[in-house]
């Protein structure tokens, strides 16, 4: 069964950055498109960025220019490297595996996701 593990979000001031890591198990990162989604309190879903299986890269009108994502396929890893954060970036942060950037940034599908990992910016 294919796995999702985040990490590296936390508690951060307006202006500064975070690096997310999506660790990948029982598959390779590079066959699928592997996505950032975030789901705030009270608010729909919304798709970050995507990076597909041939290495396009799409990102949120709402993040475009501040967040960059990036795979290292020596450590089945996906990145996100997000700078200048705002408040509203707060949110949870998922990782999933989607069979196109499409879905994860149209939320139309996520076939599989990690559990998450909290990015609270503070103002």
């Known amino acids: 069964e294919p796995q999702l593990v985040e990490s590296g979000g936390g508690l951060v001031q307006a202006g500064g950055s975070l690096k997310l890591s999506c660790a990948a198990f029982g598959f390779t990162v590079d066959d699928y498109a592997i996505g950032w989604f975030r789901q705030a309190p009270g608010k729909e879903r919304e798709g970050v960025s995507c990076?597909?299986?041939?290495?396009?890269?799409y990102y949120a009108d709402s993040v475009k220019g501040r967040f960059t994502i990036s795979s290292d396929n020596a450590k089945n890893t996906v990145y996100l490297q997000m700078n200048s954060l705002k408040p509203e970036d707060t949110a949870v942060y998922y990782c999933a595996r989607d069979p196109t950037c499409m879905a994860t940034m149209t939320g139309e599908r996520h076939d599989y996701w990690g559990q998450g990992t909290q990015v609270t910016v503070s103002s």
């Open positions: 990076i597909s299986s041939v290495g396009t890269t």
